[in-house]
């Protein structure tokens, strides 16, 4: 009789029954079993935690590349399958696997594989012995022997499901200028018409839904809200927050974030803020306005009357000095609103250095947006930068910036700031607002598979 080698910890008579006694079907559902039985919960993606899984082997191990809501959660099948899972997103969190000795997915989809040192580093195919045939069991894979087939996929992350591709987003609002004074004009934008149009994504077809006269606040809380009508007031000048300015509506993007339970997140970063704006910043000083910074004007943000003190707007909010060490350590929120002062937003204000605002803003852009875009594309994320609105038309420039756009695409699909608000609440798993539903959102602007 040929000797019959099993993995340590495996019983050697039911080996030798599989061998000599049992139908292949039978042999592969056992083994499968087996691998599952003997794991402990892999290792957690950074921001979730292991559990389950009570046996004796080696776990699965879930793979990260610096996304969230990555979690390990135990199978308690047979007396604890240590089964890690997270949900899979490019650049994200990884997929998993679990049992045997070595097997091992690392980017997608769940394997519930086991073996021999098998790895499977795909899509959630299962790792046994270098592959073979596999069986799908409630999204697990299992394989044995020649190439392997795929498993099931992983389910989506915190309850949400429904994020996508994308992990993370960053806004950046610009002023006042047409597409035509931005777009094609190298000599005072040359970063964006040399670096950021050739390589990214844009529209030729951004519409402001106002008419032209409509002053900027009302632009950016549509940004948050897909409207500047609200039951107990309509935003229509440039005013500060204040009892009388502002609205106790909580149908609005970053309270659908707080709410949510798939653990996104919202900063805003705002340039120029000091004592005097307040550290949640109410009031205008120097060249900060906070006609730009949309979030202040909802009394679930920043109180009722808003406050420079308050404490919740007070934790959602930094100065733009603070981005670089979040970028560099990973602390930045899911959703980033990024808004440079008006001397670098294209508005321009008595005082500041560079007349020429487009080239003033041209030059911020190049400073600040290489940084977002090494996080973007190690990370999954994507830049929007929008104009608030024209100049003499109501056509803006608009642009997307991240690995996953069309490179040098620009579209003439019509986007309004509406689409803005919907394609960041698709993005991260949120309803979509009434207020936006009717909207495009940026689906044009990307490659297949990549939005949202």
């Not at 204040?242 to 653990?263: C, F, M, R």
Request: hydrophobic share 35%; aromatic share 8%; proline share 6%.
């Amino acid at each position: 009789m040929r000797a019959v080698y099993a993995p340590i910890g495996y019983d050697l008579g039911v080996v030798e029954s599989m061998r000599t006694r049992r139908p292949l079907w039978m042999a592969l559902v056992t083994l499968a079993w087996m691998a599952v039985a003997c794991g402990n919960a892999g290792p957690a993606a950074p921001g979730g935690d292991a559990s389950g899984g009570s046996a004796n082997g080696r776990g699965g191990h879930a793979a990260t590349s610096g996304g969230e809501n990555g979690a390990s959660s135990g199978v308690g099948t047979s007396g604890g399958a240590g089964a890690s899972s997270a949900s899979s997103g490019k650049g994200g969190v990884a997929g998993a696997s679990s049992g045997g000795m070595s097997g091992e997915s690392s980017t997608g989809g769940n394997s519930m594989g086991g073996g021999f040192g098998g790895r499977d580093t795909t899509s959630g195919a299962p790792a046994f012995g270098g592959g073979g045939a596999g069986i799908g069991v409630s999204g697990m894979g299992a394989g044995v022997g020649g190439g392997g087939a795929p498993g099931g996929t992983a389910g989506s992350s915190g309850g949400g499901g429904s994020r996508g591709a994308i992990r993370y987003v960053f806004v950046i609002p610009m002023e006042n200028h047409d597409e035509g004074e931005v777009v094609g004009n190298a000599k005072d934008a040359p970063y964006i018409n040399d670096a950021l149009l050739p390589a990214y994504a844009s529209t030729s077809n951004f519409v402001d839904q106002f008419a032209i006269s409509t002053p900027s606040e009302p632009h950016y809380v549509w940004m948050e809200a897909g409207t500047n009508m609200f039951a107990d007031h309509t935003f229509t000048n440039d005013d500060a927050p204040s009892a009388s300015n502002s609205t106790a509506e909580t149908d609005h993007l970053v309270t659908q974030i707080a709410n949510a339970t798939s653990g996104v997140s919202w900063r805003s970063y705002q340039q120029g803020l000091s004592d005097a704006t307040g550290a949640c910043p109410i009031a205008a000083s120097g060249h900060y306005v906070p006609r730009h910074d949309p979030f202040v004007f909802f009394q679930d943000v920043a109180g009722n009357p808003p406050s420079k003190t308050n404490a919740y707007c007070v934790q959602h909010h930094s100065g733009i000095e603070a981005l670089s060490a979040d970028l560099m350590n990973g602390s930045v929120a899911t959703y980033d609103f990024v808004t440079p002062d008006l001397c670098n937003d294209m508005h321009g204000q008595s005082g500041c250095p560079d007349s020429n605002l487009v080239h003033a803003g041209d030059v911020w852009l190049a400073a600040t947006v290489p940084a977002l875009i090494t996080f973007v594309n190690e990370h999954s994320g994507v830049i929007f930068i929008v104009w608030d609105e024209g100049d003499s038309t109501t056509k803006i420039p608009f642009v997307a910036v991240g690995p996953g756009v069309k490179p040098g695409y620009t579209g003439n699909v019509k986007y309004t700031h509406g689409s803005l608000l919907k394609s960041v609440e698709e993005i991260l798993g949120l309803p979509v607002l009434p207020s936006a539903a009717s909207e495009n959102d940026f689906a044009d602007l990307f490659a297949p598979g990549q939005f949202p």
